[in-house]
């Protein structure tokens, strides 16, 4: 939308009642209390005599939403900022108007920015406020209920379309028959409004327990990381994180190693904390196949023991790793191990335990792999690691096993099988864009994910035990949409590791009628287990992958953690 549009489409705005107080029983706002957002903001944001600045103070968010929300105030409102009064401006409303963490937990993926199948909260939210971007975006702010009223003036004063596309109910024929009695006859927009204020209230009992116990977060000090990323696997390692001169600022430096092959990198970088809990960094790669800089969205629990969250890239954020932080201390600690999957019937398996401050001196009876598993011999010890040798019994039960080096305990970390019964295409639907030229590329990273049946023999149920990724061969087949398109030749490549890379983006005079190269097929994983018979058919699975074009506007504003 060009600029002059949107400031005449902003016109249609009544600006004074946008700018003006609550008018009818007002409930009590957040008073303002930073001297640089009463200087920046009050010019327009009236302020009263307790301090509220209107508007401002009948709303909380993430630092995603603030962002949002103050790059228009830019972009069209007319606001002036330095980058360095933009960031303490964020800092400042993402901790004194932000979320409280039960509230921003259920919004996460949108911060993280995961790509997630919503479910809509009922038919008029999801007509009227879930056409154009995320419901996510909408779940991250709390509101009074003037608040919810005046961001969808806001939203008609810019997109007056939106008014007879999901706001209001379609008009009716005039001799269509009367609606049942008792059918809600107002607008969806009308009924969302109450919904949200109802649901995303501006005052709540988590966020004031929030508010009054929120501390400044010592992190510093040694972190133990454990990751997984589609396509590689697990990634060990740990990281340090030192304080600077500020308070909610923080440096990293980390040691990772992916456990599937010993590639080791690091990852150097510095992050802000919003709200005492809520993380966001950026950081950057020695390893040369990842682009160099990630971002990191994460959350520190409550008691400062642990933070989680994913660290991604990638033109579209489509790479990323999902990461968990322990905070090491002295007590033993194990991750896991080098596999996810060992075979009953299996003798002489050597497997790599890995943790931190394993005692040294241990004895095979120190160790416990669960029921049917009989650790051999400790073949080497060392405070990071222990590699044992152990045998499986034939008739083990099926399912997942714990680990435990004396009380330290992964639970869950490796499964028992007798055989792989299937697999599976993970992500199952995906989706990819063209680019290269003026757009990035959207690439989409397959894996290959086995099962076994479960205890129950029957495969696709319930109880069927994942035994984790395998290597499979990759190809792609045609979807047959349209015929004769030909989509598998043109949409792209598929590696051996199954990393799809695009194709160009813009037409290609090679095709039918000089179409783009956009498409649809199917991504097919073969896997042949190392033990099957040799006359044995291989294992198939496929996903279902959509090659699209790019993403030409985007409505998301990656910058927070700078
Ligand atoms: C030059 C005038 C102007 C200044 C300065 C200004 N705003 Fe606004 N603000 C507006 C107008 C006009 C609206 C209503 C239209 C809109 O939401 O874009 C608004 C609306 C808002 C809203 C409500 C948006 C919503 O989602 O409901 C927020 C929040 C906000 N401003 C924050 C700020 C902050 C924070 C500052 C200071 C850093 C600021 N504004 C400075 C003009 C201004
Ligand atoms: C026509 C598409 C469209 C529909 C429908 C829509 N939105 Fe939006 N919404 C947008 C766009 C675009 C923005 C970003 C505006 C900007 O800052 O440039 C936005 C921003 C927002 C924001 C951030 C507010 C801020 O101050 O930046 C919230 C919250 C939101 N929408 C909630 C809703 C809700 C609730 C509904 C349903 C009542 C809804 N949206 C329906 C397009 C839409």
């Not at 790509?115 to 909260?121: G, L």
């Not at 109450?194 to 501006?202: G, V």
């Not at 092959?261 to 950057?284: D, E, I, P, Q």
């Not at 890995?354 to 650790?375: E, F, H, M, R, W």
């Amino acid at each position: 939308m060009s600029g002059n549009l949107v400031v005449a489409l902003l016109l249609l705005l009544p600006i004074r009642q946008a700018l003006a107080q609550p008018k009818e029983t007002p409930e009590e706002g957040i008073p303002v209390t930073n001297q640089l957002v009463i200087d920046k903001c009050s010019a327009c944001h009236k302020r009263d005599e307790k301090g509220n600045l209107s508007r401002i103070s009948w709303e909380r968010t993430t630092p995603e939403g603030w962002e949002l929300a103050i790059k228009r105030m830019v972009r069209l409102n007319g606001l002036s900022l330095t980058p360095e009064e933009a960031r303490q401006i964020v800092r400042y409303l993402s901790t004194y108007h932000g979320l409280a963490p039960e509230e921003a937990k259920p919004a996460m993926y949108q911060a993280e920015r995961r790509i997630q199948d919503e479910t809509p909260p009922n038919d008029f939210t999801k007509e009227a406020c879930m056409v154009c971007h995320t419901y996510g975006r909408v779940i991250s702010w709390r509101r009074s209920k003037e608040e919810w009223d005046l961001l969808t003036k806001m939203h008609i004063g810019y997109f007056p379309v939106i008014e007879t596309q999901g706001f209001r109910r379609p008009p009716q024929p005039p001799n269509a028959p009367p609606p049942p009695p008792g059918t809600d006859t107002r607008d969806n927009v009308e009924r969302a409004v109450e919904f949200l204020a109802k649901t995303f209230p501006l005052h709540t009992p988590e966020w004031a327990a929030w508010r009054a116990g929120m501390r400044a977060p010592k992190l510093a000090g040694r972190w133990l990381v454990s990751s997984t990323q589609i396509g590689r696997g697990r990634i060990y390692g740990e990281m340090v994180i030192e304080p600077t001169a500020n308070p909610d600022e923080f440096t990293t430096n980390a040691k990772l190693v992916q456990v599937k092959n010993g590639t080791t990198s690091t990852r150097s970088g510095r992050a802000v904390l919003y709200a005492g809990y809520a993380w966001r960094g950026r950081s950057t790669s020695s390893d040369s196949d990842d682009a160099k800089q990630a971002r990191e969205v994460m959350m520190v629990a409550r008691d400062q023991s642990q933070i989680e969250g994913r660290w991604f890239w990638g033109g579209y954020d489509e790479f990323g790793v999902d990461v968990t932080l322990r905070r090491a201390g002295s007590d033993p600690v194990v991750f896991g191990v080098d596999r996810l999957a060992l075979k009953t019937g299996s003798t002489g398996e050597r497997i790599e335990i890995y943790g931190d401050n394993l005692p040294t001196g241990l004895a095979p009876t120190d160790l416990d792999l669960g029921s049917g598993v009989t650790i051999k011999r400790i073949l080497n010890q060392s405070a990071r690691s222990l590699s044992v040798e152990v045998d499986v019994a034939q008739d083990a039960l099926v399912g997942k096993r714990d680990v435990a080096v004396r009380r330290a305990v992964a639970t869950g970390a490796f499964a028992l099988y007798d055989k792989i019964d299937y697999i599976k295409v993970h992500p199952g639907d995906a989706m990819a864009r063209l680019g290269g030229s003026g757009h990035p590329k959207g690439y989409q990273q397959f894996e290959a994910i086995a099962y076994n049946r479960g205890p129950d023999n029957k495969p696709n149920t319930a109880d069927d035990v994942s035994l984790g990724p395998v290597d499979a061969t990759w190809s792609m087949e045609e979807f047959y949409a349209v015929y004769g398109d030909d989509d598998k030749d043109f949409v792209g490549t598929l590696s051996p590791t199954g990393l799809f890379t695009p194709a160009g983006e813009g037409p290609n005079p090679k095709r039918k009628f000089g179409r783009n190269n956009y498409g649809d097929v199917w991504v097919v994983a073969t896997y042949q287990p190392k033990d099957a018979p040799s006359d044995a058919k291989p294992l198939t699975a496929r996903g279902y992958l959509v090659v699209t074009i790019p993403l030409y506007v985007r409505w998301d504003q990656p910058e927070v953690a700078e």
